[in-house]
Nanobody
Framework: DVQLQAFGGGLVQPGGSLRLSCAAS????????IAWFRQAPGKEREGVSC????????HYADSVKGRFTISRDKFKDTVYLQMNALKPEDTAVYYC????????????????????WGQGTLVTVSS
């Protein structure tokens, strides 16, 4: 079974930075993909970014392009989300999710595409 553990959330001031980590285990295929989603109170879960372990393809939601960077440590099966220039609207619980393969350029935005989920980590952007 795939297990994911997300950590690194916290309180940060607007304009600040934070790095989230997602440690994965049980990935049995080389083409696995991992994504970050977030869910703010009263809102639907939305895709933030994803990365393919097969070819390092990355995708970003328009709302975070140029501010967030996803990367991975292939030796540790860990995916990072570097978040810069944070805004109050980035406040949410952030989740990491995994799927056996990354297909297309839009499917990753659908929560139902991802087959395994970790627990969330809370990011609060406030002064």
């Amino acid at each position: 079974d795939v297990q994911l553990q997300a950590f690194g959330g916290g309180l940060v001031q607007p304009g600040g930075s934070l790095r989230l980590s997602c440690a994965a285990s049980g990935l049995s295929f080389d083409d696995y993909a991992i994504a970050w989603f977030r869910q703010a109170p009263g809102k639907e879960r939305e895709g933030v970014s994803c990365i393919s372990f097969g070819d390092d393809t990355t995708h970003y939601a328009d709302s975070v392009k140029g501010r967030f960077t996803i990367s991975r440590d292939k030796f540790k099966d860990t995916v990072y989300l570097q978040m810069n220039a944070l805004k109050p609207e980035d406040t949410a619980v952030y989740y990491c999710a995994a799927a056996p393969i990354l297909i297309g350029t839009k499917f990753w935005l659908l929560p139902e595409y991802w087959t395994s989920w970790g627990q969330g980590t809370l990011v609060t952007v406030s002064s």
